[in-house]
T-cell receptor, first 123, second 108 residues
Framework: QVHLVQSGAEVRKPGASVRVSCKAS????????VAWVRQAPGQGLEWVGW????????NYGEKVQGRATLTRDISTSTVYMELRSLSSDDTALYYC????????????????WGLGTLLTVPS | SHELTQPPSVSVSPGQTASITCSGD??????ACWYQQRPGQPPVLVIY???KRPSGIPERFSGSSSGNTAALTISGTQAMDEADYYC???????????FGGGTKLTVL
């Protein structure tokens, strides 16, 4: 059974950085990428970024481009998201999710999700 | 940037058919997915590649597309289907995903 276990809630001051983890189990880690999606309180879903677990290639959403870094540790099947220069706009529940991509297409959606990590950046 | 537009809300009576649309300029060249999110829970993938259902998703959920519009249809809607629904697509030109703004489905 697929499980994505995320680290606990975080509170940071504006301008600070945070690192959140997502540990995968129940499947071959390098076969699937991991995406990050955030949801601000009472708002919709926003894609944050994605990492190819096999080769470490990454892609980021426009709002976090240049401030976010995704990395992975194959030995522990864990993906990390670092977000820098935090502002109150980054306050959200951050989900990691499994994403399957072929060599030229990522059309299968996000089929398993973690429970989310709440990041709070007081204004 | 690529945007997907959904109606903010849809209402349906129990047992009837609910339809939620998602439109976007590039959607005709992409494969839409749909997610269900109940309050306090992570999203659940209910449709991928326009009309495929993951294992465990009831047959009453179906997807379709025409031109630059995708649709999620729920036949014989049940009270448990009341939730927020989001469409999503992957933009092959940028390698980025985008979500629609979400639709709140109310089962009256």
């Amino acid at each position: 059974q697929v499980h994505l276990v995320q680290s606990g809630a975080e509170v940071r001051k504006p301008g600070a950085s945070v690192r959140v983890s997502c540990k995968a189990s129940g499947y071959r880690f390098t076969t699937y990428g991991v995406a990050w999606v955030r949801q601000a309180p009472g708002q919709g879903l926003e894609w944050v970024g994605w990492i190819n677990s096999y080769n470490g290639n990454t892609n980021y959403g426009e709002k976090v481009q240049g401030r976010a870094t995704l990395t992975r540790d194959i030995s522990t099947s864990t993906v990390y998201m670092e977000l820098r220069s935090l502002s109150s706009d980054d306050t959200a529940l951050y989900y990691c999710a499994r994403a399957y991509c072929t060599s030229n297409r990522c059309s299968s959606g996000f089929d398993s999700w973690g429970l989310g990590t709440l990041l709070t950046v007081p204004s | 940037s690529h945007e997907l537009t959904q109606p903010p809300s849809v209402s349906v009576s129990p047992g009837q058919t609910a339809s939620i649309t998602c439109s976007g300029d590039k959607l005709g060249d992409q494969y839409a997915c749909w997610y269900q999110q109940r309050p306090g829970q992570p999203p659940v993938l209910v449709i991928y590649e326009y009309n495929k259902r993951p294992s465990g998703i009831p047959e009453r959920f179906s997807g379709s597309s025409s031109g630059n519009t995708a649709a999620l249809t729920i036949s014989g809607t049940q009270a448990m289907d009341e939730a927020d629904y989001y469409c999503q697509a992957w933009d092959s030109s940028t390698g980025r995903w985008v979500f629609g703004g979400g639709t709140k489905l109310t089962v009256l």
